[in-house]
Each structure stands twice: as C-alpha cells, then as structure tokens.
C-alpha cells in the first residue's frame, strides 16, 4: 500500500505510525524523566558532586551498545522486529520500576545505580537497532526518512517535557517517583503495538541466518567510503561530545549553583534545539552529506559558546544551538545510512551505528567527568567542541575529494 502524502508530517497518514509515535511520545517523557533523575541522584544524593561517577554511570549505560554488537544488529536482522520491541519494552519497564522502588525505599545504594544502569544499557543494546530499523516496516521505505525525523521530534518532545517535569517530581516528591512514572510509561508503548493494523506493515527483508552474519555486515560497511566517514565522525561526536548529562549537570551545580528545577529546565530547554533540528530534518526531500559538515562545525561553535557562557541564560540558549546541530548530525546519519544500505543488511548497519555513537561513550564519558572534576566544566565543553570541529574536518576532506564526491552523488541518486 503506497501513500503520497506530502508535507513535514506525511508519515503520519499512516495509521500504524500514528499509534506507535503516540505510544512512543509518552514513553520518551518518562525516560527523559529517569535520565535526569538518574544523574540528580548520582550527583548530589550518592556523591558530592562526582562528575566521575556520572560518567561512570553512563559508561556502564553505553558500554552494552559495543558488547552485545555481534547479537543485536543479528537479532534486528533475522527476528521479528514487532515481538521483539516487545520483549525488550517490557523488560526496561520492569527495570525501571525496581529501581524507583529501591529509591523510594530509602536503599538505593550508589553499585545499585551502576548495575541498573548496565542492565538497562543491555536491554536497550538490543532494543535500539530493532527500534530503528521497525520503522521502515511502519512507513516503507517512501517516507522512511520523514518518519525517522518525526522520531527524533518524538523523543526530543519527550526531551522538553520530560526533565521539567522531573525537576517538579523530584523538588515535590523525590527522585524515586521519576523512575516509577517511567517504568509505568513504557505501558504506552506495548498498548500502542497491540493496536497495530499487522495486514499494514511493510515486512522487511530478513537475512539469511548465517554464522558470519556480523563479520558480513563490518565487511559491507568497510567497503563503502560514505558509510566508514560517517561512523568516524559519529565516534568523534559521541566520544567526547555526546556526554550532556555531565555538561548540563556539573554547570547547573558547581557553575550557576542551581536546584533540580534548574538543572530539569536546562535539559528541556535543550529540546528547544533538539527538537527543531529534528522538524527541519522532517522538511527535507532526502539527506545529503553536506548538512553532516554544517552540523559538525555548528555543534563546535555551540559547545565553545555554551564553555563560555557567563550565565545561566546564556548558557541555555548556547544548548539551543548544541540541539540544533546534534540532531542535524544524529538524523542525516540515521536516514542516510538507511537508505543507502540494502534492506537485508540494515540491522547490522544501524547496529553498528550505535555502537560507534553510543559504544564510545564508556571511553569519552570517564574522561570528559575527569576534566570536568580536574579542571571545571567548562573545559569539559572544550572537549566536546573539538569533537565537533574534528568531524567536520572529516566531512568536509570527504566531499573535497573527487573520489568521495563522485560516491556520494551515486548515493543520492540511490536514495531519491
């Protein structure tokens, strides 16, 4: 069943995608709810202000991406992605909902944060890629691109609502009532999947189910030129500038002095950015590489501006443009690696993605906490600045090249 609609939202004609980003909207909210809390609680309840052990938190939270690589592109790849999603929703409900018990309890303990916190990254290792690439069997491959910007609008919605309403949560009724509320989100998300029109899914190719089924994949995208740029650059970025729960909550504490309310409200202002750069995505035809060169340089110049910054506010409005510039770089590279990869390869590419994005973060987080801690803050966004001028030095040696050119025009020639 083909659909021509046209317009920033025309995935949402589809009925079967307007039941999961509804589901998927209220469970976003929750777990930027539990994010916040997650690092509030590390930070002023079971540490005095260790931006370490807030880097160590997200450590073991991303670490699972990396590890469990061979398994979760293989699953996404080879299983059915709809029962899947709902093993893996369910269990990071459940997750979720012991650890705000542990904490409502009064005996949440700071190894029981790391152990959650890896637990929840497993679940999530396997969830993600599966997450990503379902899309395409919601929309078809047509209005894959919009719908994942659509996504992203998603879940950076979730990212303004959430964190305020966490700060509120937690100044009114304690941090533990923020993990609750997310572990009972995620009901949303399995409801919404029960409502799905099945005759309506756009099955996708699954792949023959071989022992060398990952070495095929890390084979595939080592030979493509486009796909081996954009995963440097994702590992430059998400090393060392993906890392805003420290960013954000070592220069609410020890920079502007603030209180869970402020701290929640510089996440959700955050999702001003995160959330436009996610519609301006959803306003495009199809990706290009260029846009990954301007939001690489952009995010540079917002990290410089936000290590800067001489007050709160302008702080703030320095995330605005750090929000801007990640989502631009996070939603080229979704929807560009998507299209551009055979359909029986897509999980083990996205896979692969992640764990490049997300896997680094148990190296970068650790050491940008330690910057953090040693020197202040504010060169911890130094950190993440030069990450941000690095990929763009990629990209831009990318598309200078004849060779790289000539490449990239036949992928947008492929995604049209």
Same mark, same amino acid.
């Given at each position: 069943?083909?659909?021509?609609?046209?317009?920033?939202?025309?995935?949402?004609?589809?009925?079967?995608?307007?039941?999961w980003?509804?589901?998927?909207?209220?469970?976003?909210?929750?777990?930027?709810m539990?994010?916040?809390?997650?690092?509030?609680?590390?930070?002023?309840?079971l540490?005095?202000?260790?931006?370490?052990?807030?880097?160590?938190?997200?450590?073991?939270?991303?670490?699972?991406?990396?590890?469990?690589?061979?398994?979760?592109?293989?699953?996404?790849?080879?299983?059915?992605?709809?029962?899947?999603?709902?093993?893996t929703?369910?269990?990071?409900?459940?997750?979720?909902?012991?650890?705000?018990?542990?904490?409502?309890?009064?005996?949440?303990?700071?190894?029981?944060?790391y152990?959650?916190?890896?637990?929840?990254?497993?679940?999530?290792?396997?969830?993600?890629?599966?997450?990503?690439?379902?899309?395409?069997?919601?929309?078809?491959?047509?209005?894959?691109?919009?719908?994942?910007?659509?996504?992203?609008?998603?879940?950076?919605?979730?990212?303004?609502?959430?964190?305020?309403?966490?700060?509120?949560?937690?100044?009114?009724?304690?941090?533990?009532?923020?993990?609750?509320?997310?572990?009972l989100?995620?009901?949303?998300?399995?409801?919404s999947?029960?409502?799905?029109?099945?005759?309506?899914?756009?099955?996708?190719?699954?792949?023959?189910?071989?022992?060398?089924?990952?070495?095929?994949?890390?084979?595939?995208?080592?030979?493509?030129?486009?796909?081996?740029?954009?995963?440097?650059?994702?590992?430059?970025?998400g090393?060392?500038?993906?890392?805003?729960?420290?960013?954000?909550?070592?220069?609410?504490?020890?920079?502007?002095?603030?209180?869970?309310?402020?701290?929640?409200?510089?996440?959700?202002i955050? @999702?001003? %950015?995160?959330?436009?750069?996610?519609?301006? $995505?959803?306003?495009?035809?199809? *990706?290009?590489?260029? #846009?990954l &060169?301007?939001?690489?340089?952009?995010?540079?110049?917002?990290?410089?501006?936000?290590?800067?910054?001489?007050?709160?506010?302008?702080?703030?409005?320095?995330?605005?443009?750090?929000?801007?510039?990640?989502?631009t770089?996070t939603?080229?590279?979704?929807?560009?690696?998507?299209?551009?990869?055979?359909?029986?390869?897509?999980?083990?590419?996205?896979?692969?993605?992640?764990?490049?994005?997300?896997?680094?973060?148990?190296?970068?987080?650790?050491?940008?906490?330690w910057?953090?801690?040693?020197?202040?803050?504010?060169?911890?966004?130094?950190?993440?600045? @030069?990450? %941000?001028?690095?990929?763009?030095?990629?990209? $831009?040696?990318?598309?200078?090249? *004849?060779?790289?050119? #000539?490449? &990239?025009?036949?992928?947008?020639?492929?995604?049209?």
């Open positions: 069943m083909k659909n021509s609609a046209t317009g920033t939202f025309r995935a949402l004609s589809i009925f079967n995608y307007r039941v980003t509804a589901g998927s909207l209220v469970s976003n909210i929750g777990t930027w539990q994010r916040v809390a997650q690092d509030w609680l590390v930070l002023t309840q540490t005095h202000h260790d931006a370490s052990a807030v880097g160590f938190v997200m450590a073991l939270q991303f670490a699972p991406q990396f590890l469990l690589l061979p398994w979760s592109g293989y699953a996404a790849d080879h299983f059915n992605q709809r029962k899947l999603l709902i093993l929703q369910a269990l990071m409900g459940a997750l979720a909902s012991a650890l705000g018990v542990l904490t409502v309890a009064g005996s949440i303990r700071l190894w029981h944060v152990v959650f916190a890896f637990l929840f990254g497993s679940a999530a290792a396997l969830d993600a890629p599966v997450r990503q690439t379902f899309v395409a069997e919601l929309v078809g491959d047509q209005h894959l691109s919009n719908a994942v910007a659509l996504n992203s609008t998603s879940f950076n919605a979730g990212r303004m609502i959430g964190p305020a309403v966490a700060g509120i949560v937690i100044a009114k009724v304690g941090t533990g009532w923020a993990f609750v509320i997310n572990g989100s995620f009901a949303a998300v399995l409801i999947m029960s409502l799905f029109r099945v005759s309506e899914l756009y099955p996708n190719t699954r792949a023959r189910r071989t022992e060398g089924g990952f070495f095929e994949g890390l084979r595939y995208v080592w030979g493509r030129q486009d796909l081996r740029a954009i995963l440097v650059m994702l590992f430059l970025i090393t060392f500038g993906l890392n805003f729960p420290i960013f954000t909550s070592t220069m609410a504490v020890k920079v502007f002095h603030t209180d869970a309310r402020g701290f929640g409200l510089l996440s959700s955050m @999702a001003i %950015g995160t959330i436009s750069g996610a519609l301006i $995505a959803a306003g495009r035809d199809k *990706p290009k590489f260029g #846009s &060169l301007i939001g690489s340089a952009v995010f540079g110049i917002g990290c410089t501006l936000a290590a800067l910054a001489p007050g709160y506010w302008w702080f703030a409005a320095a995330l605005v443009i750090i929000g801007v510039a990640a989502l770089l939603n080229t590279t979704n929807s560009m690696m998507q299209l551009s990869t055979e359909p029986v390869m897509r999980g083990r590419v996205m896979a692969l993605r992640l764990a490049v994005a997300l896997g680094g973060t148990p190296i970068g987080a650790p050491i940008v906490g910057v953090a801690n040693r020197f202040s803050p504010r060169w911890a966004l130094g950190v993440g600045a @030069a990450s %941000g001028f690095a990929a763009a030095i990629v990209a $831009a040696y990318v598309l200078t090249r *004849p060779a790289g050119r #000539s490449h &990239l025009t036949a992928i947008d020639d492929f995604t049209c």
